[in-house]
Structures are given as C-alpha cells and as structure tokens.
C-alpha cells in the first residue's frame, strides 16, 4: 500500500503525485497542511527529519527526498517505464531531475514568497506568533530564514536573481529540447516529470513572460503536450482542501 504525505500546492508534492499518476498507481493521501505547521508536528518529524513534505510510505517503509520518490516508484513498480532505454539518455535525464532541485527549485520558492506564501502566512498569523513559533522549527537554519522572510519578505535584487535564474533554466530547457521531443530524448521520462512542476508554477508567478513562445517554441510546444497528459491533469486536480486560502493554483 503506497500513502502519500504532501501538500496541494507544493511543487514537490505536485512531482510526486505526477509520477504517481504516470505509473496509474493508487495511493492514500494524507493532506499535511503546512501552514498549520502540521510539518513540524513530532509524528511527522519521525518519517521526515528535514520536516518537508513530500514523504511516501510504501508498506510501511518511509521514503523520503521527491526525486529519490520518483525514482523509487520507478524502480519499485512495473507499469509504463519512466526511464529512457539508453544509458546516456538516462544520465540526461538524471541531469534535469537534478537540475530541477537545484535550480528550479531553489529559485521558484524564492520566488514564490512575496506573492504567495507570505500573504498565506499573514493571514494566519501575527509576526509575533511567527517569531513564537519558530522556536519550534527543527531546522535552525531554516529557522532563521522563516523569521526574517516573515519580517521583511524576499528582497528586491534576491528575487530579481531568482527570477534571471529561472529564465536562463527555461533557455536551457530549449537547447536540450532541440535534441529530442522529450527532455531526455524522445521518451517521456521522469526528466518530465521533475520539470513540468516547475513551469506550471513559473506560469502563475510574476514574470510568466518568462515562457513565452515566440523566445521558447519548443519549450511551449512541450508545456502543452505535457498539460494534455491525463496523468497531469489528474495530478493537478488534487484539490485545496483550504478554501479561505487566497491561492487557488
Ligand atoms: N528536497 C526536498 C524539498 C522539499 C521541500 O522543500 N518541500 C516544501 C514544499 S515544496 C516544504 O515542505 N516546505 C515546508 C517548509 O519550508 O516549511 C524534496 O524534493 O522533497
């Protein structure tokens, strides 16, 4: 039995539950809500140190680490590979399923904050409270960060270097798709899998001019076959069990 502990919007729940759906395996949801801080609570600190969602349980052993998910599932199950046969393809994947943590990822939550997750936080909470519960974050450098982004927000010139790192990721994203239909190749593949994510995100961000098709046709063309993947659109469909929350995608 597979469960899955992620949150709606999170983009790498989103990953997960993308992959999930590509392999058409059933899973259990268990819906953490993050900003109910059910994150740090001791019961989920025990199958999630770094106190980060997602987290998959498979017949009661914890997997952690969404790209490590992913890989699993695929490792793990039969059903519709999500790995290309040729092994430099496979390492090209694996360069975007890295690059989609250490760049994508990194930059559009820096992204994110002003615009999304800061207003979701004030809503909840007084800077006070924040400042409170902090103390209980397990991550002292996480930790810190939480209590200075609550007071100040992202700053100008760090989000603007957020958002230059996106768009050169999108360019890099139109090379590497001049090569094959496919981020890796001509097989969809857990390369896809890891990005599509990203891009849905960068879309309802501040600059999603970011993507436009006239500088990125064929990361354009990709972004529209992959939102046409019924395994996407049941990804995407998990809904907001919050309906006071402002963000609705
Ligand atoms: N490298 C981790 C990153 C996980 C992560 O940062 N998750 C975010 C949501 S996308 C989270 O749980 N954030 C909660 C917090 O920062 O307090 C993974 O890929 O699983």
Not at 62 to 84: C, K, Q
Not at 114 to 126: A, D, E, V
Not at 227 to 243: C, L, V
Request: charged fraction near 25%.
């Amino acid at each position: 039995m597979l469960t899955l502990y992620h949150y709606w919007s999170s983009v790498c729940s989103q990953k997960v539950r993308f992959c999930l759906s590509e392999k058409g395996l059933d899973w259990n949801s268990r819906h953490i809500d993050l900003f109910g801080f059910e994150h740090w609570k001791p019961e989920y600190l025990k199958l999630n140190r770094m106190a980060v969602v997602p987290t998959l349980e498979h017949d009661g052993r914890i997997v952690t680490e969404s790209n490590v998910i992913i890989e699993y599932l695929e490792d793990a199950f039969p059903g519709p590979s999500l790995r290309p046969g040729d092994a430099f393809l496979r390492a090209r994947m694996r360069h975007w399923i890295n690059l989609s943590e250490a760049e994508a990822h990194h930059n559009v939550n820096t992204c994110s904050y002003n615009l999304r997750h800061r207003p979701r936080l004030m809503q909840k909470y007084s800077i006070e409270e924040i400042r409170g519960l902090a103390h209980g974050h397990p991550n002292s450098d996480l930790r810190a960060r939480m209590v200075q982004r609550a007071e100040r927000g992202v700053g100008e010139e760090e989000e603007a270097a957020a958002y230059r790192a996106l768009a050169a990721l999108v360019d890099w994203m139109e090379e590497s798709l001049s090569e094959g239909t496919w981020l890796a190749g001509d097989v969809f593949s857990l390369a896809d899998v890891a990005m599509g994510p990203y891009v849905n995100r960068i879309e309802v961000l501040a600059h999603p001019e970011i993507l436009a098709a006239d500088a990125h046709p064929r990361v354009a063309d990709w972004w529209a076959r992959i939102r046409a993947r019924p395994g996407f659109q049941q990804a995407f469909s998990f809904a907001n069990p919050d309906a006071s929350d402002p963000v609705k995608r």
